[in-house]
């Protein structure tokens, strides 16, 4: 159903571990359809505090993302802050993913 608003294109680079240094490694960018609304948004987050998101992303509902995985659009690098599933009558409709940028 949101496959047809899905006209954007952006990749993901994905976290696959840490390597003996503790340091985060990550896989090959892949690029995906998505749509990207790059508008700031004020949130509250887990503890009420006040935080600073920089863009929504939304993607099908099936679509793997986390908020370890690194997000470029539009030659921007964006971190996953909060990833969020929505439904529509009863069914998984997409993901809302909130940006920051890094």
């Known amino acids: 159903m949101i496959e047809s608003y899905l006209t954007q294109s952006a990749q993901i680079t994905r976290k696959t571990g840490q390597d003996a240094y503790s340091k985060s490694t990550y896989?090959?960018?892949?690029?995906?359809?998505?749509?990207?609304d790059e508008k700031i948004k004020l949130i509250k987050n887990a503890v009420g505090d006040t935080v600073q998101v920089d863009a929504t992303m939304?993607?099908?509902?099936?679509?793997?993302?986390?908020?370890d995985d690194k997000i470029t659009y539009s030659g921007?690098?964006?971190?996953?802050?909060?990833?969020?599933?929505?439904?529509?009558?009863?069914?998984?409709?997409?993901?809302?993913?909130?940006?920051k940028v890094v």
């Not at 969020?84 to 009558?89: A, D, G, P, T």
């Open 27 to 36: 896989a090959s960018a892949v690029s995906f359809n998505c749509r990207v």
């Open 58 to 67: 939304f993607v099908p509902a099936d679509f793997t993302v986390s908020n």
């Open 76 to 99: 921007r690098n964006y971190k996953v802050y909060q990833t969020s599933l929505k439904q529509f009558i009863n069914n998984d409709s997409h993901k809302e993913v909130l940006l």
